[in-house]
Structure formats: structure tokens, C-alpha cells
């Protein structure tokens, strides 16, 4: 069973941190240096985002009782 | 009679019709209801029960009636009926001439009982509700494999995100066994599973199908789940107890995929848009500071100190050369009488504008140095690395990522190999 690295924040997380960057450069109160950060930030967010909608290949899977009696996953075609 | 006669099956339908239609007068019945099915033409039909019997029912032209009436399916009924004989299908049926609910049938009873002892409890708190994640990695369902509505469900889910993962966990879903099954699955999978959101579901059918999802020990376990639950059970109409358990109840398996998945086109519109948006809030925060910028270099080359300060420097030469021949003159006059020591003076005056000149070149070059973009639009480039400004090549190794900022956007660039000059 794979299990996603902690560190990876997730798409709530990404695109809601990308909202408030869009909304707070909107504002156009930010100084320039801080304007530039935010813009690079925001644009690494998109990035990831966009990733996570492609990365993804389509698996379904059943449980299924293995050969030892245990739980396993097997490819299921509807 | 030498041989027995032979009649056809319509003559004996036609027997046992007569006979069936006469074998008592119209009576009064009471039951539950069950499959239940109301038709445009107005007629309805259903089944009457009990714990010992089912009874098929029509209603001629009884639509209206059963609808004034509330009439509805898991109730209790009180009915004048009569015996009939339905020959094109062999069936017995019972025709209803009226009927009216007699309180409500022992399902229903339990149904109601139940879901308020758990509604008291808390278990329906619309404060314990989980959200659904906007995305979600990895979806489960709960449910028959061969069933229609898994499907539907994956069909739907497909079409909508081509790259969605799905893991099936098969439970009964109908029958005695089924809310224990459907309750074990659930929590197997919320505990081994690693899916971001559960999907129960199950297809339409009569109340009695239905009816493990109203059993304590399922709705129990979708309230307990730690993961975000979704209810999918029957058509739009049939609403189970687990339904009010779950984090969200989805009308329908189809239905269930549309709501927890949103269609990955319409996402990458929503993020191409927060693009646009960040772009154009970027152009908007540059435009104020460059016009500024302008402005302040146009006034720092008319303003300036070095002018101010050239100006003042040519006074002085102008004064001191002044001042050296007026000395001259009174050196010249007073020579013989002042003496030699005062020669000296020229030299020391020299040496102080000097150190004044000096000074004025330092502050031009600062100034000069003070407008980095000047420098990047003079083709020169500003080098990052984590963050940090490069400025020797043993800063970096091959293959580091570096960001390179230009007089006109940036670049990010990799490393090839470090030159020795």
C-alpha cells in the first residue's frame, strides 16, 4: 500500500494557499519585493496543482482473499 | 363419460376466476405495504403483508385516493377488498375498493423509533459532519460488485477524471447479513484502507431490500468512521438512516460520483484562471514602482548632488584661483615684509579641494550602483542559487537548479558543468 510522503501538502492545501496569494497581489498593497515573492510562490502553486490533476494513471482494484487467506488487491474491469 | 374432458388453460382460468371472485364477500384486510407502484393511467398497485403473508393488490383508479390518503410504502392499512383473479398472468390479486392507514407499519415504526433514539444521541449532528476533500486521491465504495449502481458509480467517476483511483470493498447489500457485512467492510476499510472518502452505496429496490441501511450496526459505523462518509443508497426518493448518518447523502450511486469528484477539466480551467489572475496582479504591482522609479531617476539626474556639488566645486576654483592671485598680489606686495611662510597657504588650500573632489566621485559611483535594474538591462544577469546570489562558480555544482533573474523576467536553468574561468 503506497503512502504519500508527509511532507507533501495537499491540494486543499496548495490551492487555497494559491487563492490568498491571488487575492493579497490583487490588492496591490504588497511592497514590490514582497509582490515578486508572492507572485513565484503563486506560480509554484499552480504548478503543483496542475500536476496533481495529470500524475494520477486510473487504477481500480477489489479486495479480494488471496492464495494465504489474506486480504489482497486484484484489478477490477467493469 | 367414457374419458375425462379436456378444457383449455383460458376455460380453466375461467373456472377458477368464478370461483376465486365468489369465495367471499368484500372484506376488510389490514397490512403493510410494500412495491408499491402508482401508474399515470391512475391506477396502483402493491402488495399487502404480514409477517405470515403477501398479498397482490390493485387499485383501480386509485391514485388519487392513495395520495390524499398519504399513503405510502412500510405502512399499515386498512383496506375493503375484494378476491380477484388476474387470468392473462395466473395471478390471485385482491381489488382494493378503499383504503386508509392505520397507524404505521411495524418497519416504519422501527425506522422511526430507531433513527430518533440515534438522532437524540447525536448522532446526525450536522456539527459532526466531515467535509469532503476537493480532490480526493483515492476513493472507496462499499458495495455489491455485480450491482448496477458500482457501475454507474465508476462510470461516472471515470468519464469525470480520467486518472482516478478506485478501491472496491464487496459487502452484501441486501439480506439478513448484509448490515453486519456492509458495517465490517466499512470499517476495514477505514482503518486499513487509505482512501480519502467512502462512498456506501447500493442500487434501488423495495423497502425490504433497502433495509440494512437502516439497521443499527451500519448506521452506527458510518457515524463512527473517521473518514469523510457518502450515502448512495436507492433512488432519490428512499432515504435510509445511514443516510443521516453519513457526511454527506448522495440521491443516487451516479449521483455519488458527481459529488465527490468535479470534473478534472474544470479544475485545470479554475488553476489556468488563478494564473491569468496572478500574472496580471504581478503586471499591476510592477507598473506603480517602475513609473516611481522613472520619475526618481529623472529627478536624481536633476537634482543632483553631483551637479550641486560641481557647481560649488567651480565656485571654489573659481575663488581659489581668485583668492591665489589676489595672494599673489599681496604675496607679490608684501613679500619682503610677510616672508616666505605664507607660500605655503596655495598648497594647503590645493590639497582641500582634493579631498573634495574625491569625495564627489565616491557619492556619483554609489549613486550610479544604486539602480540594479540599470545594470540588468545592460544585458547583465543576477544568478540565484536557494536563494542565494552567486557570485563564484564554486557556489554551485553541476546539475544545481538556478534562477536567473533578467531585466525583463527570469529564467530557471541547470548547471551543464562548472567552467574553470
Same mark, same amino acid.
Given at each position: ?78 | ?320 584661483? +581668485? !583668492?591665489?592671485? *589676489?595672494?599673489?598680489? %599681496? #604675496?607679490? &606686495? @608684501?613679500?619682503? $615684509? /610677510? =616672508?616666505?611662510?605664507?607660500? +605655503? !597657504?596655495?598648497? *594647503?588650500?590645493?590639497? %582641500? #579641494?582634493? &579631498? @573634495?573632489?574625491? $569625495? /564627489? =566621485?565616491?557619492?556619483?559611483? +554609489? !549613486? ?9 538591462? @545592460?544585458?547583465?544577469? /543576477? ?39
Amino acid at each position: 500500500m503506497s503512502q504519500e510522503p508527509a511532507a507533501v501538502p495537499s491540494f486543499e492545501d496548495s490551492l487555497s494557499r494559491l487563492e490568498s496569494i491571488v487575492a493579497r497581489l490583487e490588492r496591490g498593497d504588497l511592497p514590490l519585493e514582497q509582490a515578486i515573492a508572492a507572485y513565484e510562490e503563486g506560480r509554484r502553486l499552480a504548478e503543483t496543482c496542475s500536476r496533481r490533476l495529470v500524475e494520477v494513471e486510473q487504477r481500480i482494484e477489489i479486495l479480494a482473499k488471496g492464495a494465504d487467506g489474506k486480504p489482497e488487491w486484484r484489478e477490477f474491469k467493469p | 363419460m367414457a374419458e375425462a374432458e379436456i378444457i383449455s388453460v383460458s376455460a380453466a382460468a375461467a373456472i377458477l376466476r368464478d370461483r376465486i371472485e365468489n369465495a367471499m364477500p368484500p372484506f376488510w384486510v389490514s397490512g403493510e405495504i410494500s412495491q408499491a407502484k402508482v401508474y399515470p393511467s391512475g391506477h396502483v398497485y402493491f402488495t399487502l403483508k404480514d409477517s405470515g403473508a403477501a398479498l397482490s393488490c390493485v387499485w383501480f383508479s386509485g391514485a388519487n385516493s392513495w395520495r390524499e390518503g398519504g399513503l405510502r410504502e412500510g405502512m399499515s392499512i386498512e383496506a375493503m377488498a375484494r378476491p380477484g383473479f388476474h387470468a392473462e398472468r395466473g395471478q390471485l390479486q385482491l381489488i382494493i375498493r378503499l383504503a386508509r392507514p392505520c397507524g404505521q407499519g411495524s418497519l416504519q415504526a422501527a425506522f422511526e423509533a430507531l433513527k430518533e433514539r440515534l438522532r437524540a444521541e447525536g448522532l446526525f449532528d450536522p456539527a459532526r459532519k466531515k467535509p469532503l476533500p476537493l480532490l480526493p486521491r483515492r476513493i472507496g465504495v462499499i458495495t455489491s460488485p455485480e450491482g448496477a449502481a458500482l457501475r454507474d458509480f465508476i462510470q461516472v467517476l471515470c468519464r469525470r477524471f480520467p486518472g482516478v483511483r478506485i478501491r472496491i470493498y464487496p459487502s452484501l447489500v441486501q439480506g439478513r447479513e448484509a448490515a453486519a457485512n456492509a458495517a465490517r467492510a466499512l470499517r476495514w476499510a477505514a482503518n486499513k484502507g487509505d482512501d480519502e472518502v467512502l462512498v456506501l452505496t447500493r442500487g434501488g429496490g423495495s423497502i425490504e431490500d433497502l433495509w440494512a441501511f437502516n439497521e443499527e450496526e451500519l448506521v452506527r459505523a458510518v457515524a463512527a468512521c473517521p473518514i469523510p462518509t457518502v450515502s448512495a443508497i436507492g433512488h432519490e426518493v428512499d432515504f435510509s438512516l445511514c443516510d443521516f448518518a453519513a457526511d454527506l447523502r448522495a440521491p443516487t450511486p451516479s449521483a455519488a460520483a458527481e459529488m465527490i469528484l468535479r470534473p478534472c477539466n474544470e479544475w485545470q480551467e479554475e488553476i489556468a484562471q488563478h494564473r491569468r489572475r496572478l500574472d496580471a496582479s504581478l503586471q499591476m504591482a510592477l507598473k506603480q514602482p517602475l513609473r516611481r522609479l522613472g520619475l526618481l531617476e529623472q529627478r536624481l539626474l536633476r537634482a543632483s548632488p553631483l551637479l550641486r556639488l560641481r557647481d560649488q566645486a567651480q565656485k571654489v576654483d573659481l575663488l581659489s584661483s +581668485r !583668492l591665489d592671485q *589676489a595672494m599673489a598680489q %599681496l #604675496l607679490r &606686495r @608684501r613679500a619682503e $615684509r /610677510l =616672508g616666505p611662510s605664507l607660500t +605655503r !597657504l596655495a598648497p *594647503a588650500l590645493q590639497r %582641500l #579641494l582634493d &579631498r @573634495r573632489r574625491s $569625495r /564627489l =566621485g565616491e557619492l556619483a559611483a +554609489r !549613486l550610479e550602483a544604486m539602480s540594479p535594474q540599470r545594470v540588468l538591462e @545592460r544585458g547583465y544577469a /543576477l544568478a540565484r542559487f536557494e536563494g542565494q546570489v552567486l557570485t563564484r562558480a564554486s557556489q554551485v555544482a553541476p546539475g544545481s537548479e538556478l534562477e536567473i533573474r533578467l531585466a525583463e523576467g527570469g529564467l530557471v536553468v541547470q548547471v551543464l558543468r562548472i567552467a574553470e574561468r
